[in-house]
């Protein structure tokens, strides 16, 4: 909300990878892309880096912690929902403890999260992840 009308602001985002096949999503409850499917992630903070971020997003919305944070790429988003304006890092990690469940930290801003492979993706995911994923992007480690 805070954004409507001012100046673009940093988004960090997570592909958080489980088996190289499945990514951790969740689906929003907001007034920018309510009821779509969205990774964990938020603003970057003064004075943060990317990793700091993406580390600290994730455990505040999911509980999980996360390693082998890596950059994948960024994109320009434009909500014309609410006026917003985003800069949208994507990074990609994985989980420090495999096995451990998503928690839904945040049931305020997020239905629940779950696994879903990149072939099976749910839907309506949110505008910026759809982009992607229509432009041929994956996440995962390729050997
Ligand atoms: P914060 O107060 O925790 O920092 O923010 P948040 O409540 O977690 O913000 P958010 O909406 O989850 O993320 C900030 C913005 O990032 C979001 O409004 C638009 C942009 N964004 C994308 N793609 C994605 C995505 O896949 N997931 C999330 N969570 N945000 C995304 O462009
Ligand atoms: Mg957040
Ligand atoms: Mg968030």
């Given at each position: 909300?805070?954004?409507?009308?001012?100046?673009?602001?940093?988004?960090?985002?997570?592909?958080?990878?489980?088996?190289?096949?499945?990514?951790?999503?969740?689906?929003?409850?907001?007034?920018?892309?309510?009821?779509?499917?969205?990774?964990p992630g938020?603003?970057?903070?003064?004075?943060?880096?990317?990793?700091?971020?993406?580390?600290?997003?994730?455990?505040?919305?999911?509980?999980?912690?996360?390693?082998?944070?890596?950059?994948?790429?960024?994109?320009?988003?434009?909500?014309?929902?609410?006026?917003?304006?985003?800069?949208?890092?994507?990074?990609?990690?994985?989980?420090?403890?495999?096995?451990?469940?998503?928690?839904?930290?945040?049931?305020?801003?997020?239905?629940?999260?779950?696994?879903?492979?990149?072939?099976?993706?749910?839907?309506?995911?949110?505008?910026?992840?759809?982009?992607?994923?229509?432009?041929?992007?994956?996440?995962f480690?390729?050997?």
């Amino acid at each position: 909300a805070g954004s409507s009308s001012g100046a673009p602001r940093v988004a960090v985002v997570v592909c958080l990878l489980k088996d190289n096949t499945k990514v951790l999503l969740g689906r929003r409850r907001s007034s920018r892309g309510d009821s779509t499917f969205a990774l964990p992630g938020g603003h970057l903070e003064f004075g943060e880096s990317f990793e700091e971020c993406a580390g600290r997003e994730t455990m505040e919305e999911t509980g999980l912690a996360i390693h082998n944070i890596e950059l994948l790429t960024v994109t320009n988003n434009v909500f014309s929902d609410d006026n917003a304006h985003y800069v949208t890092v994507f990074m990609r990690a994985t989980c420090v403890n495999p096995e451990e469940p998503p928690r839904n930290m945040e049931p305020d801003k997020c239905h629940g999260w779950d696994w879903y492979r990149w072939d099976n993706l749910p839907q309506p995911l949110f505008h910026p992840l759809q982009k992607m994923v229509q432009d041929g992007f994956t996440p995962f480690y390729t050997t």
